[in-house]
């Protein structure tokens, strides 16, 4: 059974940098991604990194946030530098199984950007 525990959300102000993990339990992964939404829209995906270390980011974090995976582990870390309040959102991890190729999602974890 999949099993993933995210932390490391909180209250940050502009300008300021928080790192969020989760860790990955029950199966080997393919693809580990952050993605994050904000009510009322819909989630959208930050960045992805997948088992042979190909990245994607969303314009919008581009140069300021990294994706990392410890595979041993099965962790995946998104670093977020120069935090925006537009940043301000609830980010999930979400991964792919290596074989079946089903998604995953963790429960969310409150970023806010503020002064």
């Known amino acids: 059974q999949v099993q993933l525990v995210e932390s490391g959300g909180g209250l940050v102000q502009p300008g300021g940098s928080l790192r969020l993990s989760c860790a990955a339990s029950g199966s080997l992964f393919s693809v580990m991604a952050w993605y994050r939404q904000v009510p009322g829209n819909q989630r959208e995906l930050v960045a992805s990194l997948t088992a042979n270390d190909i990245t994607y980011y969303v314009d919008a974090v581009k140069d300021r946030f990294t994706i990392s995976r410890d595979n041993a582990k099965n962790t995946v870390t998104l670093q977020m530098n120069s935090l925006k309040p537009e940043d301000t959102a609830t980010y999930y991890c979400?991964?792919?199984?290596?074989?079946?190729?089903?998604?995953?999602w963790g429960k969310g974890t409150l970023v806010t950007v503020s002064s």
């Open positions: 979400k991964v792919v199984t290596l074989f079946s190729l089903k998604d995953y």
